[in-house]
């Protein structure tokens, strides 16, 4: 777990805050993929995650399931699925709510210029 180029599933608050941790020990972008499992558009945007995160192997992605990590999910106020958060230094620098790829790609792109 945790290896370059690959979207991590936080299943638990504890891999979760691993996660949250390791990114701002770093200093890396983490991008983060509150899903759903019954989420049509969530499904269909995975393929695409997995893509960028091979694209920019220098991001930390992750995937939260807010049925399974609800108080997360409620912590970070997520309304709709997908959300996408960028975070840099436990800060949100971005955030994109739905399952927008240019809008998200360009976002990334954005960060990982001043990352």
Do not use: Y
Request: glycine share 6%.
């Amino acid at each position: 777990m945790g290896e370059e180029g690959q979207v991590i599933s936080c299943h638990t608050d504890q891999a979760w805050e691993e996660q949250l941790t390791k990114a701002n020990e770093s200093k890396k972008l983490m991008v983060v993929d509150f899903t759903a499992s019954w989420c049509g558009p969530c499904r269909a945007i995975a393929p695409f995650l997995a893509e960028l995160a091979r694209k920019f192997p220098g991001v930390i992605f992750v995937k939260v399931d807010v049925d399974e990590l609800k108080q997360v999910a409620s912590d970070w106020a997520i309304e709709a699925m997908p959300t996408f958060m960028l975070l840099l230094e436990g800060k949100i620098v971005g955030k994109v709510v739905g399952a927008k790829k240019d809008e998200l790609q360009q976002a990334i792109e954005k960060h990982v210029a001043t990352a």
